[in-house]
């Protein structure tokens, strides 16, 4: 079992939709949980982070983690054509030392927010 | 401004060839990171840097080398021994190495190498 696993899409919706985006993770030593926004040929940017279950709202995205069933979601609301890029989802361990630092990535779901 | 900046934005090798790709941060961060992206392969780790002078292989370090002489330059050059190098490679920063698990990684914008 991958240790992140994240649907690839490609997701297509019609602008003022609510984007649901979506990781599971196996590794229940992984505690901090980000997503990053790719645009095409773009490095990814830091969207999101958490470290707790439940919600955080920053404007029109909400990023929301359940540990207890070891899932990550964004939501996107009223979703706009420059929100069409790829969405990956990062997260790591709570552990000090050697390899804290390291991100394990899914591999992303390309979105297409569509006029 | 403060960030990472990569350069060249596009690089084409020759095969046998050698390149070396520049990572520069401006942010005081101590760690450093290049990773190669492929088409549904998402973000692999080549090498990490936790401080000046020291830096550990990551999951796909083969045919890869990295240097770290000074906290904002992170170079990694890659060499005739890598097959397939053709990719997008990305270079990252952290504030603190290791100190504090809650920091995340900032990239770069990336520099796309095609292999001729």
């Known amino acids: 079992q991958k240790e992140v696993e994240q649907d690839p899409g490609p997701l297509s919706v019609p602008e003022g939709a609510i984007v649901s985006l979506n990781c599971t993770y196996s590794?229940?030593?992984?505690?901090?949980f980000m997503w990053y926004r790719q645009y095409s040929r773009k490095g990814p940017e830091l969207l999101m982070y958490?470290?707790?279950?439940g919600n955080k709202e920053d404007g029109r995205f909400t990023a929301q983690v359940d540990k207890s069933s070891k899932y990550i979601s964004l939501f996107i609301r009223d979703s706009q054509p420059s929100d069409s890029a790829t969405y990956l989802c990062?997260?790591?361990?709570?552990?000090?030392?050697?390899?804290?630092?390291?991100?394990?990535f899914g591999k992303g779901t390309k979105l297409s927010v569509i006029p | 401004d403060g960030g990472i900046t990569q350069s060249p934005k596009y690089l084409f090798r020759k095969e046998g060839q050698n390149v070396t790709l520049s990572c520069e941060q401006n942010?005081?961060?101590?760690?450093m990171y290049w990773y190669r992206q492929d088409p549904g392969q998402g973000l692999r780790l080549i090498y990490y840097?936790?401080?000046?002078?020291?830096?550990q292989k990551g999951d796909i370090a083969e045919g890869y080398s990295v240097s770290r002489e000074k906290k904002e330059s992170f170079p990694l050059t890659v060499t005739s021994a890598q097959k397939n190098p053709t990719a997008f490679y990305l270079c990252?920063?952290?504030?603190?190495?290791?100190?504090?698990?809650?920091?995340?990684?900032?990239f770069g914008p990336g520099t796309r190498l095609t292999v001729l």
């Open positions: 990252a920063s952290t504030p603190r190495g290791t100190s504090d698990s809650r920091d995340t990684q900032y």
């Open positions: 590794n229940s030593a992984l505690q901090y």
């Open positions: 958490t470290y707790s279950s």
């Open positions: 990062a997260m790591k361990g709570a552990y000090s030392g050697a390899g804290s630092y390291q991100l394990t």
């Open positions: 942010l005081n961060h101590d760690a």
């Open positions: 840097s936790q401080i000046v002078n020291d830096f």
